[in-house]
């Protein structure tokens, strides 16, 4: 800012005197004195510019008043304009791309005017400022991709309208990509702003600055249109025109540059654009055209503007083309939505579009097709368009108000165009004159010239000029492709859109590749030969190695092996081929960036054009023939022709695939397939750049999984981690408009020609923008097109495993969400899908896949359609409920009645209802608006579901995870009972690992708990109790009490647990939904099971310490007695007063202590007859079978039973010599199931019984209730092994017999260590030392220290740790993955079979599976624990604990006043809630004891450190077998029985139940193996079987066993046999690979073992190695 300074002018007088007060106060003359500040300039001048012509202009205003302000725009010197103002902002029009000075300068009220502030500006040309006015600045350089069009964000999902300027190309991209016809209708909502208002926020406006609302503007369509094909690439350029041409919507032909002054032949966007017609000429025969539009030699009729123009060209020409029934504004006039905005940048603009006749006379406007071109602005400024259509054209139309008589325009060009002079009799005689010289110029006749009479209407108009646009249609001698116009362009310096290198060396590679095409069906045996024959022979080979279709009475396993050795002979015979086409395919597609699209679009359209070539002239020959009816032959030749002759890029990739897989079959380190491994990179990277790649071979009916696999893993390590993905997909009858609703849905260009229907299964990837991406909780969306359905008659409803079943339950189970497309309400086509929909939906529930469906209507345009169709819903209910019970039948799930119980599904929401395509009669019609917007409707209502259930949402891996485990399912003929899905098995085994962690939470908890429940009891009635109870009885029903809340408690902690999991929206967990129910019930199950145990161990405890507690008096009454005759005894000897040494003290004490043994009364307790006891509660349990049981159980004594081995004997002969036929055979029959049975429950029993004895307790009567129970509950589990009362009887005592003997023997034992005087005769010794040392009064502190630390205290302690480890030892285990859950277990037991590779412990494992699971168990115990630290961590950690606990309980007892025994019994009582203290040790310990208190108290603690270190060097000494025995809680045991499940056995091959809950009602295992490992072998040839039973129920063959009563039955029925046993197929064909491997390694060794023949290995099974078995069996369990 440039300071004023001010200037001094003298007034009256020249000198300068100083006003001074004089002393008189008289004062001088004055001086007068003018003084004139010049005005600051206006600082801080800003411009901005709000549209193309318009910029902004402010300052601030400067210090001082200002009356006005003069603002100067100049350009090269020259003044453009000078305005005056008094505000401090304006705003100028001004010419774009012009550089300008622009001055202001500020006038005072006075007249000075201030200095000039002075700032330059260059006005951004129009196309710059529009583009940035539109927000599509950016993407002038950088290209607007098609995957950025298509991509889902919030614009495409919701109905915002357009608030500001830069709204508007999306919006109109958003309604054009789903082919609306009111996409051009664009404009702000009123109050919108242009991204370029007043940042200063000044709204003010007046009559002098109107122009400054300017950028309040609608901007026209046109502009728009422009803007964004210039913004655009060329393959959104190609998609814009394709849509804007299915809208008959004009299309750019030449594109200007107003800033370039350049046009561009938009030839490449128009090189999709496919139009199928009918020409009158061809109305008889019914037959029409179908050809690229570039590539159609059609006359073009070119409409252009001279000057003004007040007739409306672009409204004449709408009305020109539409006939009286259908009006459409093909081009963009003045009339309509913003079309009378003024054009900013699309002056030059040429549009064309084509009229295409459909045959009917009355309906056709021309009768022959015809280019109709429109050029936008006058063409006296486009002169270089103007001239290009001059030589393009057939005629030319030029529109004109007045004509110049020179009429230079029209005379210099090089006409081949007929020119036609169309005008408005209302113009001047001068225009009049003017016209005459053209015309005479021309030699023009009256024909050539239309004028529009004042009183002629614009029908009456458009009627003449049609007539004469029809005769130069009649009569073209001119007609030109589009594709040739290139050259004319070029020749004028116009730009063709496929001049750029990628594209022509993209069309070279092309070209090369189709040129070679001449007969269709002989070039895809010769180039594309593996997806031929040999994919489909390899197809058959892979369904029959499932299906077993053909096995007859071959060996199984043999068969299969034969089958992959033909599949390994096909896959090499070709693993080095590769054609010459596939070779310049691949190399092409490998070309960097845009040129590998562009290839590829070329391809796409050049093999179009070949097949619709192909096609159309099998029709015309296909039509001849069904002439004459004696050619059935040559007509089905035809149609096969028909079927083969479809050719497009799919067949290119498809064949890419099957080479990659090809290639798989050499060795890794083979040259030539390594050089393939970036095939599926290649086929990602198209995927991620929106190309379709196949899912589904539709001529194969299969899926190359290896390709497609390698495809989408390569794309998720292309787009991780934003790999998450929702997958849409529709299923239809067969041309019912599907790709179309896709298509127009999503954006997309699936492949909707009539000539080539989809075929398979197709999937597309479209992005989901981050705005949505949150709301979806997904990163792409794929979309899977798949090929018509044509469903089976009703009459076959129950061969459910044709191709549209596989193909429909794969993309159902695939997809997240399915539209089932219906075309024409109430048809019966609905039927025809409708079965095929409800198999895959049913078995989608079966296999936890929860997908959700929209029923789609189409054609229905009634706007009440929703209403009139409610009975026609119902309808469409009760029909889908029918379909469900006959499906579920076939599916044997007959538990579903109705749809609703296969999904959630409502009539109201769940029916959509759209109009028909077209809106009118095609060719001509353009898509209907309604069906645009019902398609849109649908769209969001399908985002809104997906976003609901966005939990359900994969990554990429996951999908492939699915795909492969639905597709090997879907190849056999029982899907549910085949499917196996590792995202499922996962699922199950996340859940199975997480409630196995509550559980494990659980019991431990309960172990604490009765643990010290069991020792709160254990020193009731001692004063080491705490408990204000006098009543043993109160104190039981008070713990029972407290365990039942504690109980509850967990089991409440569980059920919510439960629910929290299957809220989470990660894992999968809607997978396993089935299971919840189970999982629910093994809780409550859980706990009713745990209160029976804590109930009895309480009543057990608190009855043998009631049953102590007389012992306990007694032995204590002793102890006083002999405490009393001590101390009179020491009384006697110090009154001797001599000396007395040691051995004379011993004499007087043995003397003393028998005078006692004689007086004393010691009552010997009586052992209980616990045999007896047993027996009475054997026959309590036994009474509810009758009275015959009472005879067998007096038949025999108990004491008698349970004497040498239980063996299992059948009365009848018949069946003692069935059982002789069947032990010859090796066949398991009734009797060696009830042996076996018997031999597991009685090793169940003995192990319980083995437990209590180590306890060393007193019997307790609820230790044979246990057994009892645990006998019963074996026998409930075992309900198919049908057993008689006498079995039942006879097993019952044989173990009640044994366990009484041995309880009897334990309680015989706890008597005699519990007798009185044995109690106190071990003292003696110690009770003579205590005499001595109080005799000679000796401090006895260190010793009573000394001696209450080990025989008090440590006992204790050691006790205390050993019932708190077992549950640590537990649970470390748990915590390793192989103990986590019941597969795990399997997994790992039979790796480490594996890895040791010895034969016995496989015989073992077969054989006696529970018994070498549990010694295997206990090995992994001793193994874990063996080097000890571990152990020690544990061990030490309860000894700190207790330690700390022992020091607390010694400094509170200092704390109290009181004699010694006081500090001793208040040391116990503050313990006696964690210890279990002797109470002989203590009686003994607090007699003669004259310890001080206090010295007492210091050496205790340090007897305790010492103690705790002893412990320390203790249990590191012992190894952990022997601590093994010591503990309370086993838990080898707890483990086993955790882990073990039920014990059930695959009834074929005797592998063991998986099923993670405890109470599951459906028996499966992961891993089969082939019965002769169990035994099984040919009853002809005693040879081992290899059959694998999860491959014989897929077949035909038939077993018989006890269960069938030896009748023949089919595998595939083997439910109905065995109902709670699913055998599900192998997870793949390698996955019995372990179990084949172990036969294969000692076949011969278990032939010896088994005393059989060794099996004939399969040829395949011979090649398989360890790291192969290894592999297999991580695949059979799902182990990553």
């Not at 510019?49 to 090269?76: N, R």
């Not at 010197?77 to 305005?83: F, K, S, T």
């Not at 200095?115 to 539109?134: I, N």
């Amino acid at each position: 800012m440039a300071e004023s300074e001010p200037t001094m002018e003298n007034s009256d007088s020249a000198d300068e005197e100083e006003f001074n007060d004089v002393p008189n106060r008289n004062q001088s003359k004055a001086t007068s004195l003018s003084v004139t500040t010049e005005p600051s300039p206006p600082v801080q001048i800003s411009v901005d510019e709000i549209s193309s012509e318009a910029l902004s202009l402010s300052w601030d205003t400067p210090a001082g008043g200002v009356k006005s302000y003069i603002v100067t725009c100049c350009s090269e010197g020259n003044i453009v304009q000078e305005l005056a103002t008094d505000r401090n902002r304006l705003t100028l029009n001004l010419m774009p791309g012009v550089c300008y000075s622009l001055q202001v300068s500020a006038q005072l009220p006075n007249g000075g005017t201030s200095k000039l502030a002075v700032t330059s500006v260059r006005k951004k040309p129009y196309l710059e400022m529009l583009l940035k006015d539109l927000g599509l600045e950016q993407h002038y350089k950088e290209k607007l991709s098609l995957s950025t069009v298509l991509q889902i964000d919030q614009k495409t999902i919701t109905d915002e309208p357009a608030r500001r300027n830069s709204d508007l190309p999306w919006y109109f991209l958003k309604k054009l990509m789903m082919v609306n016809v009111t996409a051009r209708n664009v404009k702000c909502t009123s109050g919108c702003e242009s991204d370029f208002d007043d940042p200063a926020g000044n709204t003010e406006s007046d009559d002098d600055d109107s122009c400054d609302s300017q950028h309040l503007d609608d901007i026209n369509p046109l502009d728009i249109i422009t803007a964004l094909f210039l913004s655009s690439d060329g393959f959104v350029q190609q998609e814009m025109a394709l849509k804007m041409s299915m809208c008959q919507f004009s299309v750019p032909l030449l594109l200007p540059n107003c800033d370039t002054k350049q046009c561009t032949l938009m030839l490449w966007a128009m090189r999709d654009i496919v139009k199928k017609y009918r020409p009158q000429s061809l109305s008889e025969s019914k037959g029409f055209i179908e050809e690229r539009i570039v590539l159609s030699e059609l006359p073009m009729i070119s409409f252009v503007r001279l000057g003004e123009c007040s007739l409306s060209k672009s409204e004449i020409l709408n009305k020109l083309l539409s006939n009286s029934q259908q009006y459409h504004d093909t081009f963009v006039h003045h009339n309509m939505e913003c079309g009378d905005s003024p054009k900013k940048i699309s002056n030059g603009l040429a549009e064309i579009t084509w009229y295409l006749p459909c045959g009917t006379k009355n309906m056709d406007v021309f009768s022959k097709p015809v280019a109709i071109a429109n050029l936008h602005g006058d063409i006296a400024s486009v002169e270089t368009q103007f001239s290009f259509l001059c030589q393009t054209s057939e005629a030319v139309f030029v529109f004109f108000d007045n004509l110049d008589s020179e009429c230079k325009i029209l005379t210099n060009q090089h006409h081949k165009a007929q020119i036609f002079l169309v005008g408005n009799q209302q113009s001047t005689p001068s225009s009049k004159d003017a016209r005459k010289k053209v015309a005479t110029k021309f030699g023009f006749n009256k024909s050539n010239v239309l004028l529009k009479a004042k009183n002629m209407n614009d029908a009456d108009f458009v009627k003449d000029l049609r007539k004469k646009v029809s005769y130069v249609v009649e009569n073209s001698k001119m007609k030109m492709r589009i594709e040739q116009m290139a050259d004319i362009a070029h020749e004028l310096g116009i730009k063709v859109d496929e001049d750029s290198s990628e594209c022509q060396n993209a069309k070279k590679n092309a070209d090369a590749i189709t040129a070679e095409i001449h007969d269709i069906l002989k070039y895809k045996e010769d180039q594309l030969p593996l997806q031929g024959q040999i994919w489909k022979e390899l197809t058959r080979l892979e369904k029959e190695e499932f299906r077993l279709r053909n096995v007859g009475s071959q060996d199984i396993e043999k068969y299969k092996s034969d089958l992959q050795v033909q599949k390994t002979e096909l896959r090499e015979k070709h693993s080095n081929y590769m054609s010459n086409a596939m070779t310049c395919f691949i190399n092409s597609i490998s070309s960097p960036g845009i040129e590998r699209c562009y290839f590829l679009r070329w391809m796409r359209m050049n093999l179009d054009n070949v097949s619709r070539l192909k096609l159309s002239g099998l029709r015309e020959q296909y039509k001849e023939k069904c002439k004459n009816s004696e050619n059935k032959e040559e007509i089905k030749d035809i149609d096969r022709q028909l079927s083969s002759s479809s050719l497009g890029t799919e067949h290119f990739f498809r064949e890419m695939g099957q080479i990659y897989e090809a290639s798989l079959s050499l060795t890794e380190t083979d040259p030539s397939r390594q050089q393939l491994q970036y095939l599926p990179k290649l086929c990602a990277e198209l995927l991620l750049d929106g190309f379709p790649v196949e899912l589904v071979d539709g001529d194969a009916s299969n899926i190359p999984l290896r390709w497609v696999s390698d495809v989408l893993s390569q794309l998720n390590d292309l787009v991780s981690p934003k790999s998450k993905i929702l997958v849409v997909t529709v299923l239809g009858v067969q041309s019912t408009g599907k790709s179309t609703l896709l298509n127009t849905m999503f954006g997309v260009q699936f492949a909707v020609s009539s000539d080539r229907c989809t075929r398979g299964a197709f999937m597309l990837l479209i992005r989901i923008d981050e705005d949505v991406r949150k709301e979806l909780n997904c990163d792409f969306m794929v979309i899977i097109d798949t090929e018509g359905l044509k469903s089976p008659e009703l009459a076959q409803l129950d061969n459910s495993h044709e191709h549209d079943n596989e193909l429909a339950t794969l993309v159902v189970g695939l997809s997240d969400i399915t539209i089932i497309n219906i075309a024409m309400a109430n048809s019966t086509e609905m039927k025809d899908i409708l079965q095929i929909v409800v198999h895959a939906f049913l078995r989608m529930k079966e296999v936890g896949k929860k997908p959700k469906c929209q029923f789609v209507h189409q054609n229905i345009s009634d706007v009440s359609a929703h209403e009139k169709n409610l009975r026609d819903r119902k309808l469409l209910l009760q029909q889908l409920n029918e379909i469900t019970q006959a499906a579920a039948k076939m599916e044997k799930k007959e538990e579903n009645k109705s749809f609703t119980d296969v999904m959630e599904y409502s009539p109201d929401t769940g029916n959509w209802y759209i109009p028909g395509l077209w809106n009118g009669n095609p060719p001509m019609a353009p898509v209907n608006a309604g069906y645009s917007e019902a398609v849109y409707e649908l769209k969001k209502n399908i985002i809104q579901i997906l976003g609901s259930c966005a939990s359900s949402a994969n990554n990429i891996s996951e999908f492939t995870e699915w795909m492969k485990s639905l597709w090997t399912a879907v190849k056999h003929e029982n899907f549910i009972f085949s499917f196996r899905n590792s995202l499922v098995a996962d699922a199950y085994m996340r859940l199975c690992t997480e409630y196995n962690q509550w559980e494990w939470e659980f019991k431990k908890n309960m172990y604490t708990w009765v643990t010290n429940a069991e020792t709160r009891i254990s020193n009731f009635g001692t004063f080491a109790v705490k408990s204000e109870m006098s009543d043993m009885r109160e104190l039981l029903a008070h713990l029972k009490s407290e365990a039942s809340t504690e109980l509850i408690k967990w089991e409440t902690e569980i059920l919510n647990n439960l629910t929290q999991y299957f809220k989470q929206t990660e894992g999968h967990v809607y997978l396993v939904e089935a299971y919840r129910e189970d999982f629910v019930n093994s809780a409550k199950s859980l706990r009713q099971e745990m209160q029976n145990s804590v109930s009895n161990q309480l009543t057990a405890a608190a009855d043998i310490r009631q049953g102590m507690a007389e012992l306990d008096r007694i032995k204590e009454n002793h102890t006083n007695e002999l405490e009393g005759r001590v101390r009179a005894l020491i009384g006697k000897c110090r009154e001797k007063k001599c000396e007395m040494n040691g051995e004379d003290l011993d004499d007087e004490f043995n003397n003393m202590w028998e005078e006692m043994v004689r007086e004393l009364h010691f009552l010997k307790q009586k052992p209980i007859n616990i045999i007896a006891m047993v027996q009475l509660y054997l026959r309590d349990n036994l009474q509810h079978k009758g009275s015959h049981v009472c005879q067998l159980l007096g038949e025999k004594s108990l004491k008698d039973c349970g004497v040498g081995h239980f063996t299992y004997t059948v009365e009848r002969r018949l069946e003692q010599f069935t059982h002789i036929l069947y032990s010859f055979f090796n066949i398991e029959d009734h009797v060696m199931a009830v042996q076996k049975l018997s031999d597991s429950i009685i090793m169940t029993c003995s192990q319980l019984v083995t437990e209590k004895m180590e306890r060393k307790n007193n019997y307790h009567d609820t230790y044979i209730q246990e057994i009892l129970h645990t006998i019963d509950e074996k026998l409930q589990n075992n309900q198919e092994i049908k057993t008689e009362t006498e079995f039942e009887v006879s097993l019952k005592q044989h173990i009640c017999g044994f366990a009484a003997r041995e309880f009897q023997k334990m309680h015989e034992d706890f008597i005699q260590v519990n007798d009185p005087y044995r109690c106190l005769d071990r003292n003696k010794e110690k009770f003579c030392a205590d005499f001595k040392d109080v005799f000679h009064e000796r401090d006895q502190c260190q010793k009573k220290a000394k001696e209450f630390t080990e025989r008090c205290l440590r006992p204790a302690v050691e006790d205390f740790v050993n019932r708190s480890l077992g549950p640590d030892i537990i649970g470390e285990m748990l915590s390793s993955k192989q103990f986590s859950t019941r597969m795990f277990l399997q997994y790992s037991i039979l790796l480490d079979l594996l890895s040791k590779r010895d034969f016995e412990n496989y015989q073992s494992y077969i054989l006696s599976y529970e018994e070498y699971v549990k010694k295997w168990i206990l090995d992994q115990i001793v193994k874990r624990f063996s080097k000890g630290s571990t152990t020690f961590e544990f061990e030490d950690q309860h000894i700190k604990s207790i330690i700390n606990s022992i020091n607390d309980a010694i400094n509170k007892a200092k704390g109290k006043s009181g004699d010694f025994k006081t500090f001793v019994e208040g040391i116990c009582q503050e313990l006696g809630d964690k210890l279990v203290i002797s109470q002989d040790a203590l009686h003994a310990f607090m007699i003669l004891n004259d310890a001080d208190q206090e010295q007492f108290a210091h050496w205790l603690t340090d007897c305790v450190k010492v103690m705790a270190e002893g412990l320390r060097e203790t249990f590191k000494e012992t190894n952990i077998q022997m601590k093994l025995k010591n503990f309370h809680v086993k838990p080898q045991s707890v483990l086993f029985t955790r882990l073990i499940g039920c014990g059930k056995q695959c009834p074929f091959c005797k592998a063991p139940c998986e099923a993670g809950r405890k109470d599951h009602t459906e028996h499966w295992t992961s891993l089969h193996r082939p019965q002769g490992l169990g035994e099984g072998r040919s009853a002809t040839t005693e040879k081992l079987v290899t059959d694998i039973c999860s491959s014989l129920v897929t077949s035909d063959i038939h077993f018989h066993c006890r269960e069938t009563n030896d009748e023949r039955h089919p595998y595939k029925q083997y439910t109905e046999i065995f109902p709670d046993w699913r055998i599900a197929p192998d997870v793949s064909l390698q996955a019995s690979d372990y179990w084949k491997y172990v036969m294969k390694k000692f076949n011969t060794k278990f032939a010896e073992a088994y005393d059989a023949e060794p099996a004939d290995i399969p040829a395949s099974w011979k090649a398989i190695t360890s790291k192969q078995a290894e592999a297999s069996l991580k695949e059979s369990f799902h182990i990553q």
